[in-house]
């Protein structure tokens, strides 16, 4: 049995008007996590969940990794194999999301994504790259190549035996970097990680967030980008790139910051103060928890 497994945070609007689309006609269970964010949300997730007979899971908000954990044990539960794990602001055709079970389930080692769009129809996500060297990352596809380093967990197809190798997600992030982590794991875990270029979601990149609809992102965006490339590293690489990683952290806060645009900070000095702390709990973390890993390569 299929499942579709969606992590919620404030979105329920989303939910029914992108999970029903996707779910509409498709033999799956459909599970959805709900983080936690107010009352009136959690019953408003209850009145959709339960107006298409799907599962909920109500969850504390403790990170979208831990919420996507949360799902697939869930789907296990009812006798789920396979795994479809959907961004609530994805359009996905059900047609899409069989052909990315089926990909899963032909090769139970391969991590799946499809190749995601933004509503102009231009490329958003075909498969990033990491450059170890500077601790950035990268999708642009000439820069990316044929063989993707990571696949973003806006959308993942992954059959059971995979994910039993790998074991979910890291409980290390709360959100970003948690997909670059997991595609590192699935490479060590001798699994393989798969563009289906033929088959094509479309993401309302930032839909979920606070700020939608504008340049800005969500503080949380700034400070756990900053942290969870720390995180990244500390879990994965050895010291002298960690040490690296560390002295390049405020050039990389400032080109995540910029993300979000220069007028952005004329209103408000939030994304640098968000970015700064989100830099200072990563290099905690790194100085705290390191592990001297060798297995991510350029």
């Known amino acids: 049995m299929d499942a579709l497994v969606v992590v919620n945070h404030r ?8 999970l029903a689309a996707t779910a509409h006609g498709l033999d799956a269970r459909v599970v959805v996590v709900d983080n936690r964010s107010t009352d009136d949300e959690r019953a408003a997730v209850r009145r959709v969940t339960d107006a298409h007979g799907w599962e909920l899971v109500a969850a504390p908000n403790d990170g979208f990794g831990a919420g996507v954990n949360r799902g697939v044990a869930r789907a296990r539960e009812l ?11 994805l359009e996905l055709e059900p047609a899409t ?24 129809g231009s490329v958003w996500f075909a498969g990033g790259a990491l450059d170890v060297a500077t601790g950035r990352t990268r999708t642009r596809p000439d820069l990316v190549g044929p063989t993707p ?10 059959h059971d ?10 409980d290390a992030y709360f959100m970003y970097w948690e997909d670059i982590d997991l595609s590192a794991r699935v490479r060590s875990a001798g699994g393989r990680l798969v563009v289906e270029h033929a088959l094509t979601a479309v993401h309302d990149v930032g839909g979920t967030q606070e700020s939608a609809g504008t340049r800005r992102k969500s503080d949380l965006y700034y400070r756990h980008n900053c942290r969870g490339r720390l995180v990244f590293a500390a879990r994965n ?9 560390a002295l390049r952290s405020i050039g990389y806060a400032r080109q995540v910051v910029l993300r979000g ?9 939030g994304p640098i103060w968000a970015a700064a702390r989100g830099t200072a709990e990563g290099l905690w973390f790194a ?3 390191h592990r001297d890993h060798r297995g991510v390569t350029a």
């Not at 006798?79 to 602001?89: E, S, T, W």
């Not at 645009?261 to 000095?269: A, D, E, I, T, Y």
């Open 287 to 289: 100085r705290r928890d």
């Open 161 to 170: 035996e995979l994910w039993g190798r790998v074991g979910g997600f890291s």
């Open 79 to 89: 006798g789920c194999d396979a795994f479809l794990v959907l961004n609530p602001d």
């Open 11 to 18: 979105s329920h609007a989303l939910l029914e008007q992108n």
């Open 237 to 245: 690489l050895d010291r002298p790139t960690v040490r690296a990683w």
């Open 149 to 158: 380093q990571w696949l973003t967990g806006a959308c993942l197809a992954l």
């Open 97 to 120: 999301a069989r052909g990315l079970l089926g990909a899963a389930r032909r090769d139970p080692l391969a991590l799946v994504g499809p190749r995601i769009l933004r509503p102009d």
């Open 261 to 269: 645009g220069r007028r952005q900070l004329l209103r408000s000095p």
